[in-house]
């Protein structure tokens, strides 16, 4: 299967301070990428969907100026918490689609964000 | 609303066979997909389904009956390290996943 790789696997801060995250396609192109974050023992929670070239669309109840989304190419998409605190701490997965409108969804290796 | 349900957890033993449901309602249906996560791991791709009947990779099968808005993942022949999440996840008529929460599998030797 396509590759995505995200970087980095584990980050923590200081809170008030800000963390980009970085998902990569590394053999196709991905149109769209899904950002997602999951609590420990909860299921994937989409936050937002970002589609190459345009703006992010943000799920119901996310703060969009606090999570920055940027989809500057077909291949990298970038994930910044910003001013973080320790309610942000969680593990954060990508996904990507590739162009030929493959359905299946390909997974970044999670970042693990602890927040102290 | 949207709708995914499958069991919270199982338990099964080592070399058995488990079959986990999952019931969906959504808005469109374009495909069902079941994940395998290890903690603190991203998910991996088992299979996907779109069409009615049985699909076989390996020990893992995946069903599913659109009609039914039904489908299972059966595990065979269970080794330990099967134990695992497994999410089953819809793509609905926007082409957007919509993710049950997920199966906790626990194996015992």
């Known amino acids: 299967g396509a590759v995505v790789s995200q970087h980095p696997s584990r980050v923590i801060c200081k809170s008030g301070t800000s963390v980009k995250i970085e998902c990569r396609s590394l053999d196709f192109q991905a149109t769209t990428m899904f950002w997602y974050r999951q609590f420990p023992k909860q299921s994937l929670m989409l936050m937002a969907t970002?589609?190459?070239?345009?703006?992010?669309?943000?799920e119901q109840g996310v703060e969009k100026d606090k999570f920055l989304i940027n989809h500057a190419s077909l291949t990298l998409s970038t994930l910044t918490v910003t001013s973080a605190h320790p309610e942000d701490s969680s593990f954060y997965i990508c996904?990507?689609?590739?162009?030929?409108?493959?359905?299946?969804?390909?997974f970044g290796q999670g970042t693990r964000l602890t927040v102290v | 609303g949207q709708n995914i349900d499958q069991p919270t957890e199982m338990t099964a033993t080592e070399g058995a066979i488990v079959q986990i449901n999952c019931t969906y309602q959504t808005s469109g249906f374009n495909g069902l997909f079941w994940y395998q996560q290890h903690a603190g791991e991203a998910p991996t791709f088992l299979s996907y389904?779109?069409l009615d009947g049985l699909e076989e990779k390996g020990r893992f099968s995946s069903f599913l009956s659109r009609s039914k808005g039904y489908s299972y993942l059966l595990l065979k022949e269970l080794q330990m390290k099967d134990s695992a999440s497994y999410l089953c996840a819809v793509l609905d008529s926007n082409y957007q996943l919509i993710w049950g929460a997920g199966t906790k599998l626990i194996i015992k030797p």
């Open positions: 996904s990507a689609r590739d162009l030929q409108g493959d359905t299946e969804a390909f």
């Open positions: 970002s589609n190459e070239g345009s703006k992010a669309t943000y």
């Open positions: 389904n779109v």
